[in-house]
């Protein structure tokens, strides 16, 4: 693997991270907010009431399973995106840019001819 396919890979393993935590963290905030609903609900008589633990304990199946579908996903877009580089422009990754390539020689549109 060369150099830069790993540090693609490194970027592309932290943006999943940060998804994954992202997602957890929504889902998380959302099943809070939805238990302490619940609960004001019951204390004002309009409703049963939830078990702290089993709604909790639902919430965060529920943030783990999405967090980690959606952090997959974009980590295979990324292995994807690094495949099809592969495929399709192996010179890029061996060839360094050098000095030389970057003049702009006689009868160029930059020299006016």
């Given amino acids: 693997m060369e150099k830069i396919e790993r540090r693609l890979l490194i970027l592309w393993l932290a943006l999943a991270f940060v998804v994954w935590n992202g ?16 609960n004001a609900e019951a204390r004002a008589g309009q409703g049963l009431g939830v078990d702290m633990r ?23 877009a990324g292995m994807a995106t690094m495949h099809t580089y592969r495929r399709y422009y192996p010179a890029d990754l061996k060839v360094r840019p050098t000095a030389a390539g970057r003049s702009f020689g006689s009868g160029d549109a930059s020299s006016g001819n």
């Fill in 23 to 38: 997602v957890y963290d929504m889902r998380m905030h959302d099943t809070v907010r939805g238990y302490l609903l619940e």
């Fill in 54 to 76: 089993a709604y909790l304990h639902r919430g965060f199946v529920d943030a783990l399973a999405f967090s980690t579908v959606w952090s997959l996903g974009v980590f295979l």
